[in-house]
């Protein structure tokens, strides 16, 4: 579900929760060692995530946020922010090379270059929760 987060809108909100559950609290964000990601530049998208970075003239990066359920990606073009949620279930990953991955999303895509061993850590942990939740989910 791709929403723009720019203004504050409670049902938008409750939306993501509902799909990828709420945010993770500080302890278990001190467990999980940080549920963020670096910024990640965007080498690829599909048509609807393209039309809205084709406006901008500056680098195109976004950012991943695990949550309990799913994963939210942020992008950020001009003044407005985007948000991509996508619950674990529907979550495809697929590492292409040492610095590519593409993230799949029903029609949405996103190629992303990496830039150190921390990204791939990133990348790697965002696969085990994956597997914990479907695990949990599925068993």
């Not at 809205?52 to 001009?78: A, H, Q, W, Y």
């Not at 990204?119 to 949990?136: M, N, R, T, V």
Request: proline share 2%; net charge positive.
């Amino acid at each position: 579900m791709l929403n723009n987060i720019t203004h504050k809108n409670p049902e938008i909100e409750k939306q993501i929760i509902n799909l990828v559950g709420k945010e993770y609290s500080i302890i278990d964000k001190i467990k999980l060692n940080g549920v963020g990601s670096q910024n990640l530049l965007i080498k690829k998208s599909d048509n609807t995530i393209y039309d809205i970075l084709k406006n901008d003239f500056t680098l195109n990066r976004c950012n991943i946020e695990l949550r309990p359920k799913g994963v939210i990606l942020f992008i950020n073009s001009k003044l407005e922010t985007y948000c991509l949620s996508i619950p674990y279930y529907k979550l495809v990953l697929f590492k292409i090379n040492e610095i590519n991955y593409t993230i799949s999303y029903d029609h949405f895509f996103l190629k992303l270059k990496v830039k150190n061993e921390s990204d791939h850590k990133f990348f790697k942990k965002l696969s085990k929760q994956k597997a914990l939740f479907l695990e949990d989910k599925f068993i």
